[in-house]
Structures are given as C-alpha cells and as structure tokens.
DNA sequence: AAACCGATTGACTGGTCAGTCAGCCAGCGA
DNA sequence: TCGCTGGCTGACTGACCAGTCAATCGGTTT
C-alpha cells in the first residue's frame, strides 16, 4: 500500500465545524464546547489549533474577505464598462453567498454589520472594499459614463449596503431565496443604481 | 411654596443612561452596573424599573421605531408623489439621526443589524418598515411613476439598507458626518435610486 | 408618634464559560 | 524494546456578571 492515507486537517476540520456553530447559533452563544463537539474533537485541540475563540472568527473572516479583495479588485483592471463592473462586483458576492451562505451568513452577521465588536477590528479590511467600489465609480463618472453630482464614496455605500441588505433578507428568511432570485438580485441592484426607478 | 419640585422620573433617567451607555461600549459590554452608575442611581433600582438588561434596549428600540413606522404611513398617507413620499422617509430617518446619534447608532448596531439578538425580536416591527416602503414603490408603479420590472419588495430592501449603511458609515466615521453631508444624503440617496447613476 | 409603604440601596449568590494544564497515547527512531 | 515527541484529551479554575433580596430611608396616613 503506497498511498498513506492523507492527515487529517484538524485545522480545517475545526474551522468548517465552526461555520457551521456560528451560522446555527450565532457567535456569542457558541461556546468552544460547541465548536469541539461539532469538530468531533476534544475542547482543548481548539486551543491548540487557536489562541482563542475570537481567532476561529477572525481566520473565518479574513479569508474569505480577500477573496472578495482580491475579486473586486481584478474586477476593476479589467476593461469592461463601469456598469459590467458593478454587475461583476454584486456577481461575486451573491454566488459567494449561494455557494457557501453559512460561510457568508456568520461573515455579515457577525463581523461586517456587528461594527460595535468584530466589525471594529476588521474595519480596515471592510473600507479597502468600499474604496475599490468608490473607485470604480470615480472612473466612471471620469469618463462620463456615470453622473458626475454624486459623491462616489455615497455611491459605494449605497450599492454594497443594498447588495448587504437583500443578503440579510435571505440569510432571515424575510424575503424568499430562491435560485431565481439570486440571479435577479444581481441585475436588479445595479439596473436600479444606474438606471434609477424612474422611466426613462 | 405652591410649586413642588417635579417628581425625578427615574425611569427615564435610566433609560437616557443606558443610551449613553450602551452608545459608548456597545450592549454587550455593558454591566447593569455600568448603567446605574451613568444615571446616578442604585445597582438594584435598574431591576425596580426594568425586568432585566434586555428590557431596557427593547424599551429604547420600539419607542423609537413606533415613531418611524407612524412617520412612514402618515407620509404615504399624504397625497404627494411617490418620490417625495420615499425621500421623507430618508428624511425622517437621516434626521432621527441628526437628532438623537446615540439613540439611533443604539437601535441600528444593537438591534437592526443584529439580526442574530435582538432583531429576532423585533423581526415583525423591523418588517413593518419594509413593507410600508415596499408599498410605497408598488403604488409608485402602479401609477406608472416608477418602472413596474423591479419588485418593490426588492427596492424596498435596496432603498432601506443603503440609508441604515450611511448611517453605518457616520457611526463608525466611515464617512464624514457634517450637517452639509445629511442633507445631501437625503437627495442623494433618492436620485440614486429614481434616477439612477447614468445620465439621462 | 406609630404604623405603613413604596422607593432606594448594594452586598451577595448561582451559574456560566474561556482558557489552562498535567498528563495520555500513537508512531517513530535508536 | 525503550524513550521521545507532539498531537490530543478533558477536568478544572478563576473571573465575570445578571439578577435577588433583606434592609434602610423618607414621606404620608391614621
């Protein structure tokens, strides 16, 4: 038998088992009791995997939101229109959220809109996504592709807040998440920031 | 001596505490002690006035939030255009936060945003909000003021996430949060949304 | 002046957990 | 076969804090 059977990784085995106690529970009424279990691990490997139960949240966050980083930003080196760039943008994060929303569930909830703990320490990290958003539409208004008389930063805040807000109604069942609506919600976000609501 | 000093409300003196308060370290780490030493009063007193920690914030936010659910429908009620109704709403809530910033960065990082908590609680009033301006969209589209391919519930929540996002920005000084800023917001928001970004 | 009563006080309790640590065990090299 | 090493275990501890309650206080009624 050559092939030895590949180690197991605790690691990552603790950090899946932790989505998913975050995601059930939320973050502050998991205990690491919980994590452990879930993992099928005993209590103390977390801490040896982990230097506290903040950290399992802060790897889960931070991994994640480079990707978004890293997609934004390759996003925008690319030649295609403002409006294709924003799609692409509002793209990403809905399939990040249709493909793993546990994952996008415990990110949202309990560091991007829980400014007062998580969201506070990672808030470098969550403005860097609102600058690139800003940017693109600094461009855009740039080459008169965008309306030039309102401030780009509002723009941002507005479009990754709605983006944030529909995802939010997802995760909390206030409006229905079906497959359908994933793909809705991409156009509709951006036809509605830049085509506006009134007829044209 | 006819006059009598008016009775202290403690009750409300508590209350006004515990915005401080909470404003200040966020709910969480907040201790009741903390509370009663803000408004001047004894440990045991909080408990003579409230069931318990939870009751407090739950006082604080649906006090607040009957106010704009009365604001929403009475506007809706008025006889003006879709788009003047949408951006008393904005309005109104850009000006709660003008007003009162402590109460209002209480209600939305300790109770909008955390769904997982407190907005549990409230999911059915937090509801009503959005579907009063969902029904403001529809009855737009219905009048042909506004595109009828977009569901209002979807612009509702687009519409209510990018304003409670720039209030998110001025909290944690995101962005700047000048008097200048609050009015633009208002007009900003809504020309967004009902023009749209590209020029028409 | 004595009984009464609601407001007010703050020491205390019971329960909860995050994080520690002393030791166990499986595999490996000597 | 015998350490040795490092992943792994889980009982334990120390800190923290919401909520309780018996006692006190100040005003009012009888």
């Known amino acids: 038998m050559a092939s030895k059977a590949p ?6 085995q603790i950090l899946d088992a932790a989505i998913r106690v975050f995601a059930r529970q939320g973050f502050h009424s998991t205990r690491v009791a919980d994590i452990a279990d879930e ?9 040896h995997y982990f230097k506290s ?3 399992v949240l802060n790897e889960l966050f931070s991994a994640r939101w480079s990707l978004l980083l890293t997609a934004i930003e390759e996003t925008d080196r690319e030649g295609t229109s403002p409006r294709a760039k924003l799609e692409a943008v509002a ?43 800003a940017k693109i539409v600094a461009d855009g208004q740039a080459a008169g592709a965008f309306r030039g008389d309102i401030d780009p930063t509002f723009v941002s805040m507005s479009f ?28 509709l976000v951006v036809a509605t920031i830049c085509d506006g609501l009134e007829p044209r």
Chains 1, 2 share one sequence.
């Open 160 to 187: 990754y807040g709605a983006i944030e807000q529909l995802l939010s109604g997802w995760i909390f069942e206030v409006i229905p998440a079906s497959d359908a609506d994933f793909d809705q919600a991409r156009s």
């Open 91 to 133: 793209g990403f994060i809905v399939d990040s959220y249709r493909r793993d929303p546990e994952l996008m569930k415990v990110i949202i909830v309990e560091v991007t809109r829980a400014a007062n703990s998580f969201g506070r320490t990672h808030l470098p990290e969550i403005r860097r996504a609102y600058d690139s958003i």
């Open 39 to 47: 993992a099928g691990v005993a209590y103390g490997l977390v801490y």
């Open 7 to 12: 180690p197991i990784d605790r690691r990552r």
């Open 53 to 55: 139960k903040d950290e």
